[in-house]
Each structure stands twice: as C-alpha cells, then as structure tokens.
C-alpha cells in the first residue's frame, strides 16, 4: 500500500534520532491470538489517530485490549491485520531487526512493573538505551543519564541496585530510562498502579509537562480521576474503542 516510499519510510527509521512530536495512526488494527482454547481477538478493527503532542489515556477493564493496543504501537507486538504508523514509519511492516533500533530511538517504555535489569544500578539503566540507540556519544550518556535521575529525584540513588529501592523509586528511575533518548513519543502501560498517590501525581505532572513540550503521551491506566486531567481519554471495551472524550 506504501508503494516505493516503503525503502525510504524503512530507511527513516533507522536513520538518526528524532527531535520533533511524532503522531500515531491506527488503521482497521485487528489482533488475534491462538491457543489451545481457540482463537482469542484481542483487537477488532482498531482505528485511532493521536496527533503530535497530544496526552491520550486509554481506559478499560482488564482484558479489554489496552495493553495490546500499546503494543500495536510500540512494535512489542504485530497485528494481525491493519496497519500502524507511527510519523512516517509503517512499524507493522518493519523488521524485527528494524523495530528494536526504530523502537530505541523513537517510544520510550515504562512498564507497570519496572523492569529495569537487577544486575545494573540506576545509572546503568537509565545509561542502556543510549548504548543500544546511538543518540549520545559515549562522553555525553554518563551526564545525561544524572541528569534525567536530578528530574527524577532520584541522583542520590544513582549507584544503587533496584533491590535495594522502593517501588516508587524504581518506577522514577523507569521514566528516567525511558526518556533517556529523548523519544517524540512515551508510551506508558499503568505508570501509576504500584505507586502511592504523591508518587503518582509526580509522575503525572511529568507527563503532563512533557505533553507541554511536544512530546505525545499515552498512558494506560484504571484511574478514572486522572484519565480525566489528560486531553483525551479513550475507552476501550472488549477490543473495540467505543468512546473517546476530551
């Protein structure tokens, strides 16, 4: 469908770092999985456009799809049919290889659950995107890496293991992590829902000051409160969006 501007969309996502918003384009996504139980759709016919920028929520009760949509997105995961663009990028069409450089550059991560690597300290986390997506020269990655634990609050911890850390902390030094390429777009599955409530009205004030620079936000969440404070909020039930708000 792209026609000859696939090798060059290809090309693109590989090429550099970004430095501008980037939008989102969801086009008839379906998502199916198999099992020994049969076939599960987790996505039906998904559309849904997010422009650059923008801080979109995406609600729904468990099972309803939410996280299988990020991963539409993000190029965790494949659809099954439908298309997903992200900028120029056809990520549905990228190669696994592809993804995991344009995935670097492009969408910083933060997980429910952390998932930073025990074995590194914060520093050392924060630091491993930068190795992997080539946005900073080695002498730079040690300083930019403190600087985004000094947003975070999180310097003094820098030399520590995640075990010896809160949840709270952990989540901090995530985001930290996630942003340490400087993505155009931060893709956030319930940021929040291991966090306390001062915690987590930190971490929302920092999404929302990121939307307020141009960077496009979508986060994940079951709290309908601050689903509310983001620009839009999009509902999603049984694989199919069928609400959206702003």
């Known amino acids: 469908m792209f026609g000859s501007s696939l090798k060059r969309d290809r090309k693109n996502a590989l090429d550099g770092c970004y ?3 980037q939008g989102i384009r969801l086009q008839h996504v379906v998502k199916t999985y198999q099992s020994a139980a049969g076939t599960f759709t987790a996505l039906k016919g998904v559309d849904l456009q997010v422009q650059p920028g923008e801080f979109v929520s995406i609600v ?6 939410k996280s299988t949509l990020i991963n539409m997105i993000t190029g965790i995961d494949r659809p099954t049919a439908g298309e997903v663009m992200v900028g120029d990028t056809p990520v549905h069409m990228l190669t696994e290889e592809q993804i995991a450089v344009w995935r670097g550059r492009a969408i910083g991560i933060v997980f429910q659950f952390f998932q930073l690597l025990p074995t590194l300290t914060a520093i050392e986390n924060v ?3 930068m190795d992997y997506g080539g946005c900073f020269s080695q002498s730079e990655r040690p300083d930019r890496a403190m600087h985004l ?3 975070m609050d999180m310097a ?5 293991l995640p ?3 809160s949840g709270g902390q952990q989540q901090s030094i995530a985001i930290a992590r996630a942003l340490a390429n400087d993505p155009p777009i931060l893709a956030a599955d319930e940021p929040t829902g291991n966090l306390d409530s001062k915690t987590a009205e930190s971490v929302f004030q920092l999404f929302d000051d990121l939307a307020g620079r141009g960077k496009t936000i979508l986060m994940v969440t079951h709290d309908g409160e601050l689903a509310r404070r983001t620009g839009r909020t ?4 049984d694989g199919e969006i069928v609400n959206e708000t702003e």
């Open 19 to 21: 430095s501008d918003g």
């Open 60 to 65: 729904g009760k468990s099972g309803s799809g």
């Open 127 to 129: 630091m491993l995107p």
């Open 149 to 151: 634990l000094e947003q």
């Open 156 to 160: 003094a911890c820098a030399h520590e």
């Open 163 to 165: 075990s010896s850390l």
């Open 234 to 237: 999009v509902l999603i039930a």
